[in-house]
């Protein structure tokens, strides 16, 4: 991207070279081209040297900015630049030999009288290294010629450590490096590393542009880098510049390149390390002190359109002080191990003076396969500890979250006062201690989830369910037991659950179904605030007895982004909680501290009140294998789509609770109904279907014969009939049914249910028992109160008003038919509700001939509710023309894909072998049609133009749309599922 941006200021057309797993890097995007490697290994891709000049040359491409790494030193790339006549922006292949080879740089470094750390040549065996190794004096560093990035190079503090090194380091080498070259230098205790920038023209004039200190390291790479290095004199500052001009202008060198030296922090002197060839990673801070584009001077260079050097010199003059910090994604406390994972929350801070070089956007994976570098970080004030000050200020308010990041790491080094007052050596990190407090994923159990309580809500029209803690009365007693904000995400555990290793001291609460817990090697109990010291472990296992699920909230939550506006888990999204998915062992979390990149910051006072005992007691849900759940009864129930009896039955029946259930919905197991009717007439084959319209959360679906209760993930939009809809207050329950667990449904009236929520709140908040309410004498249909509760018209139409549970109001239009001006009306009654909004409305649904209105009963009544859609019908009444703005998208669309056909045999080994669409849908859909073939099914799924009537499904926004053109219309299936 650093190039990129160059490039786009001088006006050059860029063409960019990416790995598959680089596809969604920032460069790639913004490059006018880019070209795709494959997703080989490193040699197959980004150092296939054949493969990248084809592509330039294809592109037309005149010259190569090499970048960093890869190819950036490579001799051959340069010559085979030439042979096909695009310039290599670096300089020629002569001199990245040269100095490619540190003991050949050192001796071309002594020809130039430039000061050499004392050390031996080539070596080329032990004896010799022995030898060389008493004449400059222990401690020596063994190192290989061709090493580079820190790595081929070994401290030996004795005969006895050099022995031992000498293979190793000769083996890295060879592995590494393709040569195992070594040599010796004296081992500099008090070192700073200081490096000189230098541009030179390939005539021989060469001009430095100031120093860089890059001491800060860790395993001898550098993580910190600053100009001016702090503490110099004037005099050994020149003698810096002038010795590395000298160098290189004894070469003739041609383009960007650094002079590495090593100073000695005890005697001032300074030695030379080697010659990196190439731009720099931390070229910014000289380009902010300088003023200059240091990518800019090296294109115009390799085209010979750069003024003459030393006049351009003239007119610069370093201002202020810049530091530079590297953001990598490796783990400081498993020895800077890099982490990969699925980037989640990226945002970078915007202020003046500040730059931020990277590649990254949020939904991005970053992989183990390239060097972990996610940002560079650079700011720039009048002096260092303004410098300073604005960095740490800016890494504290940089978010990343998916993968582990040295962003604490390098705050406490810069809070260090060793790194303020200027004296940060190259061994100062290596004896840094450092810890960042989190909570490790040992194991992670069957599936747990983050949530927070109320979820993801406001997206139901776009098929986005609300997620959420399934049972949300334990979730939220858990976090009110630690007095926590409502909001505070928990943990989600279901039959088995994780053990988790906490770093920092916290308190824990576990609430919902009883499950093996340990606390190293204590048993704790449920419903009890227990304190958790840093270092302990928490061991949960099985789910003991009734109920699914646990809950496990820590105080002030786990620490996690927001994704549209709910830190809870949607996994079939792949979106919410800890990178939109079940934990997995070797995840690390962190408590909802503000991060403060501190050190020595303690952290949050942990609020000491504990309810009492015998309180806490009287609020617990009663957990067991035989529910009761309270319903409303209807949207849809007898007579239209049930018999009297199918209503009869579904209430007095004892119903089990099927293995296959999840969040999406429970499947019960009990009797077929009668059913009313013999079809779903237009809406498919089975009496079960229906226009599709939107469910209530928690609505129990007949999905053909079988009912299936709606669970916090399900789906938002179907074809289906719910004769039953569980109330608010019982809406917990959902998530304690186990498989084989019996259920009872007792209808009870809208306004209880409206009730029972408000005193259940109430008791949760007071540590209060939990609300019963009497069950009804009997549940026979005379008694029940009809779902209808208002009937209205609209011009010809008829308006339908049912209940939904005590939260959703379903308002139908027209006759049971497909009608596309029915669904307009819908759609100008739902923008009547938005430009006329009211208190209490949530959000609004419109289905095929159907709108929901989602609203809150605890601050809205039903008869406002009713009274406004009144009012909006009234108003709608003259207005018989209306358009509505469209567009047309195309969709790539598969064609018997392989994913629908898992889907079928999953459900013909899971539900049930002999549904119409078993075993090809295809088959079906022409069978249901009359066509002669498949390839007349495909014609007309192919050729039509589709008008989108709704939006939603647990498949994410998978729209329900019907064909424009009426001869394509009848094309359908049972529950629309084919449309
Ligand atoms: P690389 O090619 O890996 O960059 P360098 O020779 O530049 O290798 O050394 C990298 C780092 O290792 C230096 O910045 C310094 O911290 C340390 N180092 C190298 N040589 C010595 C030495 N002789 N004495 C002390 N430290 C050294
Ligand atoms: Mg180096």
Not at 557 to 581: E, I, M, N, V
Not at 588 to 593: D, H
Not at 652 to 674: A, C, D
Not at 850 to 876: C, F, G, N, T
Request: proline letters at 6%; charged letters at 20%.
């Amino acid at each position: 991207t650093r190039i990129i941006r160059t490039l786009k200021a001088m006006g050059i057309r860029s063409v960019a070279v990416y790995h598959d797993a680089d596809a969604q890097s920032l460069h790639v995007q913004q490059a006018d081209e880019a070209v795709c490697l494959g997703a080989g290994t490193v040699s197959e891709t980004y150092l296939d040297i054949d493969r990248i000049i084809q592509i330039a040359v294809e592109a037309g491409a005149e010259a190569i900015h090499p970048g960093y790494g890869f190819l950036s030193e490579n001799t051959d790339f340069v010559t085979r630049c030439e042979a096909a006549k695009i310039s290599f922006i670096g300089p020629t292949a002569d001199q990245i030999a040269m100095f490619g080879l540190k003991h050949e740089a050192r001796r071309i470094a002594d020809e130039a009288q430039v000061p050499l750390v004392p050390g031996s040549p080539l070596l080329t065996d032990l004896e010799s290294a022995i030898a060389w190794a008493s004449e400059v004096h222990y401690p020596v560093m063994l190192k290989s010629t061709a090493g580079g990035g820190g790595i081929g190079m070994q401290v030996c503090e004795s005969e006895q450590d050099l022995i031992q090194a000498w293979e190793s380091v000769r083996r890295l080498s060879a592995n590494y490096f393709a040569n195992d070259g070594v040599f010796l230098e004296k081992y500099i205790r008090q070192a700073r590393h200081i490096e000189v920038q230098i541009i030179g023209d390939g005539q021989g004039s060469v001009i430095s542009l100031g120093e860089r200190d890059c001491s800060a390291q860790r395993r001898n790479q550098k993580v910190i880098e600053e100009t001016p290095a702090p503490g110099l004199s004037d005099a050994l500052r020149s003698d810096l510049h002038q010795t590395a001009e000298r160098l290189m202008a004894s070469v003739n060198y041609r383009n960007a390149g650094t002079v590495e030296f090593i100073l000695d922090a005890e005697t001032g002197s300074f030695y030379f390390l080697e010659v990196n060839t190439r731009l720099q990673v931390e070229h910014g801070v000289t380009e902010m002190v300088w003023g200059v584009d240091l990518v800019d001077w090296m294109i115009r260079l390799a085209a010979s359109e750069m003024e003459p050097l030393a006049d351009h010199k003239r007119n610069l003059m370093p201002k202020g002080h810049a530091i530079q910090v590297r953001v990598y994604a490796e783990d400081p406390c498993l020895d800077f191990q890099p982490s990969a994972g699925l980037l989640t929350e990226v945002d970078w801070p915007e202020v003046a003076d500040v730059r931020i070089d990277h590649w990254l956007q949020p939904g991005l994976e970053v992989t183990a396969l390239f060097d972990p570098m996610l940002a560079k970080v650079i700011t720039l004030r009048e002096d260092r500890t303004g410098a300073i000050a604005s960095l740490k200020a800016v890494l504290a308010d940089i978010k990343l979250y998916g993968v582990e990041t040295n962003l604490d790491y390098v705050g406490n080094i810069l809070n260090s006062a060793v790194c303020q007052s200027g004296q940060l050596l190259t061994r100062t990190l290596g004896e840094m201690t450092f810890h960042s407090p989190r909570i490790h994923v040992l194991s992670s159990g069957t599936q747990t989830t983050i949530q927070d309580f109320p979820g993801r809500t406001g997206f139901w029209h776009i098929g986005i369910p609300p997620s959420g803690p399934m049972d949300s009365v334990s979730f939220r007693l858990a976090n009110r037991l630690l007095n926590n904000a409502s909001s505070a995400a928990g943990m989600e555990i279901t039959l088995n659950g994780p053990t988790l290793r906490f770093d920092s001291p916290t308190r824990i609460v576990l609430t919902g179904a009883t499950i093996e817990a340990k606390l190293d090697d204590e048993d704790i109990a449920m419903h009890r605030v227990v304190t958790v010291h840093a270092g302990q472990t928490l061991m949960l296992g099985k789910v003991v007895g009734a109920g699914a699920r646990t809950y496990l909230a820590v105080h002030d939550g786990f620490y996690c982004p927001d994704y549209l506006g709910s830190k809870a888990t949607f996994t079939l999204g792949q979106f919410g909680g800890h990178a939109g998915r079940a934990l997995r062992a070797g995840d690390v979390l962190r408590l909802n501290e503000p991060p403060s990149r501190q050190a020595g910051d303690p952290g949050p006072a942990l609020n000491p009140t504990t309810p009492a005992t015998s309180q806490v007691n009287t609020c617990i849900p009663e957990i067991h294998d035989s529910w009761t759940l309270r319903v409303i009864y209807g949207p849809h129930g007898a007579p239209d789509f049930f018999t009297d009896n199918d209503i009869k039955t579904f209430f007095e029946h004892e119903w089990q609770v099927h293995y296959n259930s999840s969040r999406t919905g429970i499947r019960l197991i009990g009797p077929k109904p009668e059913w009313a009717r013999e079809t779903g007439g237009e809406a498919g084959l089975h009496p079960s279907n229906i226009h599709d319209n939107a469910y209530a959360f928690g609505t129990v679906d007949f999905t053909g014969d079988m009912p299936v209760i709606l669970g916090p993930d399900g789906p938002s939009l179907g074809g289906f009939v719910c004769p039953a809809t569980v109330i608010q207050a019982d809406l917990w329950k959902l998530g304690q049914l186990k498989a084989g667990a019996k259920v009872r449904f007792i209808p009870i009236s809208y306004d209880q249910a409206v009730s029972l929520e408000a005193e259940q709140t109430k008791a949760l908040e007071n540590l209060q028992p939990l609300p019963d309410c009497p069950l009804p004498e009997t549940t026979a249909i005379e008694h029940l109160p009809s779902p209808v509760i208002h009937q209205t018209r609209l011009g010809e139409d008829t308006v339908t008003c049912r209940l939904a549970g005590d939260h959703f109001l379903l308002v139908e239009l027209g006759p049971l038919e497909l009608d596309i001006a029915i669904r307009f009306k819908i759609h100008a009654l739902m923008r009547w509700l938005e430009t006329n909004p009211t208190p209490g409305i949530k959000e609004l649904t419109p289905g095929i001939r159907s709108l929901q209105i989602h609203y809150d009963s605890q601050v809205l009544s039903l008869d406002r509710v009713i009274a406004k859609i009144d009012q909006a019908l009234e108003q709608l009444q003259d207005h018989t023309d209306m358009s509505v703005p469209a567009r047309i998208v195309h969709i790539p669309l598969s064609w018997d894909d392989e994913a629908c056909r898992i889907a079928i045999e999953k459900y013909t080994q899971s539900v049930r072998p002999n549904a119409p669409w078993c075993p090809s849908n295809l088959e079906f859909i022409r069978r249901i049609n009359g066509l002669p073939d498949l390839a007349a099914v495909k014609e007309i799924v192919f050729s039509a133009s589709y008008l989108v009537m709704g939006l939603g499904d647990v498949y994410l926004g998978a729209p329900v749309a019907t064909p424009l053109d009426p001869r394509h219309r009848t094309l359908g299936d049972v529950g629309g599922r084919g449309r």
